[in-house]
């Protein structure tokens, strides 16, 4: 009798380890991207501070558009040697890092 409670003791704790059920969790991350609104501008339109700030730091850089979104902050397009790429500025001619 003492080992057939024994092993109902035993069969039955190892059951209840097996019945223990795992949190499953699943974090969602979203990402949201706001993409400014730039509105192209003519290259004379382009404030003397900016270009002047374009000449002092890139002396090669050639201007190719701009463009102006609505806290007046400008998106240039240069060309520096056989590499196009993007600078941000404000009106006033400091660079934006984005």
């Given at each position: 009798m003492k080992k057939l409670i024994l092993s109902v003791a035993i069969v039955?704790?190892?059951?209840?380890?097996?019945?223990?059920?795992?949190p499953n969790t699943n974090e969602v991350t979203k990402t949201v991207t706001v993409q400014e609104e730039y509105?192209?501008?003519?290259?004379?339109?382009v404030p003397v501070a900016i270009t002047e700030a374009l000449k002092?730091?890139?002396p090669s850089a050639i201007?190719?558009?701009?463009?102006?979104?609505?806290?007046?902050e400008y998106k240039l397009d240069?060309?520096?040697?056989?590499k196009k790429g993007n600078l941000?500025?404000?009106e006033t001619g400091k660079w934006i890092q984005k």
């Open positions: 039955l704790g190892s059951l209840s380890t097996y019945a223990a059920s795992v509105i192209e501008v003519k290259l004379e339109e002092a730091t890139y201007l190719d558009k701009a463009y102006i979104n609505a806290k007046k240069v060309t520096l040697g056989d941000f500025a404000d």
